[in-house]
């Protein structure tokens, strides 16, 4: 059973950046075909999609923050990492980490793209 | 690119059946059958429900039932049980980005 679990500040002060690490226990973060994704929720609002990455190293970005954002690997510790930089107010959510299956077939297009395994979530509170 | 465009709020008696409609353009859900949906109760972490339209992850209802027409997924929950009272997002693929809606809270009446 796939396990993710993020880790990382609970406060941050405006203009710095955030930096979380998800830990994925069960499986090889490099096995199979999937993306590693970060999620993040502020009280009260929806979900809002960060960015992904897969064990080569390609990403993507939410284009609304792909300017601050940055998603790194360590597939020797089994985790991939979150960079949020000049961060304000605005920034405060709970922050989770998900895999992401996905695959792609010539002949019958795109698959998976959804999120089957989620950390806990952990709050980032920007103030100072 | 914007987000998915759910209805805030809907409700249901116990047993009754819900539909909740999530709206996209020709970019992402008309374009990919790529729809997911979550339930979120209180505190904690969202759980899939639906996965490409209309497929159940093991272990999820068949009460709950996904669709598509065009630019629309909808989310089916029938035969309503007060364990259903939730926040529902809905997601979708956007070639190389995702989209989530604003979600939907249910209320078991």
Redesign the interface.
Known sequence: QVQLQESGPGLVKPSQTLSLTCTVSGGSISSGSYYW?W?RQPAGK????IG?IYTSGST?Y???LKSRVTISVDTSKNQFSLKLSSVTAADTAVY?CAREPYNYDILT????????Y????TLVTVSS | ?S?LTQPASVSGSPGQSITISCTGTSSDVGS?N?V?W?QQHPGK????MI??GSKR?SGVSNRFSGSKSGNTASLTISGLQAEDEADY?C?S?AG????????TKLTVL
Request: net charge negative.
């Open positions: 994704s999620i929806g979900l809002e999609w992904r993507n939410n284009p609304s989770y297009g795109y698959s998976g793209y959804y999120f089957d989620w950390g806990q979530g | 690119q987000a990919y790529l997911s979550y972490a969202p759980k899939l996965y490409e992850p997002y997601c693929y190389s980005s995702t989209l989530f809606g604003g979600g």
